[in-house]
């Protein structure tokens, strides 16, 4: 949550702190600031609101220097205000700090500067850091930072600049994500990839537990104990997405970049299986995610138990994996899938299935992250950049990719022959045009979305992969316009959900599965009695029972049963999209969220 940005070098910095802040605003947008080292002191100007209402203040206040740090805020400890903005400059203006993360000990940390007459005056956690460092600083730098590190507690990913050493940004890592930027003397610090794309296409990745010292023509990096370490560099696409060129939103252009995305995701497959014997040796696999992700991890497993019944499949929030005691060996397989590759409930499964003895195969789309790093396996979704804050191309991609796994996986255990394998990876090949003829269907969800958008609660209703589908739907409906709404099982409508069925209650229901139409036919005529209104999402839209029962039918193209999953999902995506933009939400950037999840 929360972006950082930094720069040195011979330009003026604010310009590009600016522009490196609305690249990274989807982390966070409840507040922003920059600090800056003019020659002589730190000068600071942070405001509440998106960068737009700093740009402002900069026009009346405006900073000059060439080395800055900036911050974009998801509130976590404090409203956000201007005060609990960052940066956070210290009581002597010596220092200034931005943080992305959680100092779970600062109490603690101000107590203790509070009774040495250090004044605070904000909310935050982060605050403390500024001001310990100043505290500890003795004529070092590096040193008053390192001391300061080894007495937090918690994650944190650091930028600070100090007058006592121009020209230098110091850069600390541990649990959350920070990069440096390679440029022309000149060099960066961010929280991620995508602000720094349009200005180097070379890239240090800090590793968990470093610190980096950044001038504008060098690179220097320690452990926490202060020993030097090397320095990797990592060349990355210049790929830009600052631009929704003819979309009004980043959310519509990326799921009309659907198609596109899901044949760069089926190209970019690579099998993973090297190590055959560790592979026909797992007999229990889980499947971890949060979100999206996780919903993605659900119908992946769904897949494989239909593919390869015999195994132990379990799908599991990550949040709430971490702290239960799953059984974990060597023949235990944890699949971690993971949009940003940074999130931390995630990144902390990763690291405890490790120390249990286990593997873990990530599923992500951004190949310099810090769950990539810590896997021992990777699949890469190839989605290309995603800002919008709800996610669409991302989740279609992730489905994609653990499904060609999934198959994969049986055809190395034997549970499909070459024959019955190439069939279903030729069905695959299809599913970008699938995709591009789904999107057709963009008109009539929009008219109806507009006939819908005061709705006060809406249902998701499917049965086996259609419910999963289902929990994703509703997740987007919620997230960015803010409606009511609930995914349930079909077959659990007489077992207490029924009650809440009434009239004017829609009812989205995924119909794709065909051994379970009867099924469904039978649970939807139970909420048509009730007064709800009905839109089915099926291939079955000539069925007569399906016709009957259905108030709309929104028709979506024949695909081999276990690939519905990634076109059933786009006519959801669709209605959350124009249900937000009919009642005038901010789509791209959803209140209370940001795209990736760094803090627990």
Known sequence: MCGIIGYTGKKQATEIIIKGLKSLEYRGYDSSGIAVFDGENIQAVKKEGRIVCLEKELETNPLSGNTAIGHTRWATHGK???????????????????????????????????ARNIHFYSQTDSEVVAHLIEYLYIGDVKDAILSAVRRLRGSFALGVI??????IIFAVKKDNPLIIGKGENENYISSDITSLQKFTGSVVVLKNYQLA????SDIELCDF???????????VSRELADDTHDFESFMEKEIREIPAALTRALKGYVSPFGEAEYWQGINR????????????????????????????????????FRYDDFHIDEHTLTIAVSQSGETADTLSCIRMVKERGGKVLCVCNVPISSIVFESDFALFTNAG????????????????????????????????????????????????????????????????????????????????????????????????SYIQSEAYAAGELKHGTLALIEDGVLVMALVTQRDLLDKMHSSLIEVKSRGATIITITPFGDNAAIKDVSDYIIPIPNVTDILYPVISVIPTQLFSYYI?????????????????????
């Open 80 to 114: 956000p205000s201007d005060s609990n903005a960052h940066p956070f400059v210290s009581t002597a203006h010596k220092f200034a700090v931005v943080h992305n993360g959680i100092i779970e000990n600062y109490l603690e940390i101000k107590e203790y500067l509070q």
């Open 385 to 480: 950049p995603e800002v919008a804050v709800a996610s669409t191309k991302a989740y279609n991609c992730q489905l994609a990719v653990l499904t060609m796994f999934a198959l994969d996986f049986a055809r190395l255990k034997g549970a499909l022959t070459k024959q019955q394998f190439e069939g279903f990876m030729a069905d695959m090949g299809h599913l970008p045009e699938k995709a591009e003829e789904t999107l057709k269907l963009n008109e009539f969800i929009s008219d109806f979305s507009s006939w819908n958008y005061t709705r006060k609660s809406v249902f998701y209703l499917g049965r086996g992969l259609d419910y999963y589908v289902a929990m994703e739907g509703s997740l987007k409906l919620k997230e960015i």
């Open 580 to 600: 937000a933009r009919a009642k005038g939400c901010d789509i791209d950037k959803p209140r209370n969220l940001a795209k990736s999840v760094t803090v627990e």
């Open 285 to 320: 696999i889980y499947f971890i995610g949060c979100g999206t992700a996780l919903h993605a991890g659900m119908v992946g497993k769904r897949i494989l138990k239909k593919l390869l019944p015999e195994l132990n499949l379990f799908a599991e929030m990550a949040s709430e």
């Open 225 to 235: 104990d202060g020993c030097e370490q090397s320095v990797e560099t990592v060349d």
């Open 213 to 216: 010292k950044v001038t504008a």
């Open 162 to 167: 100090s007058s006592a050493e121009p020209g």
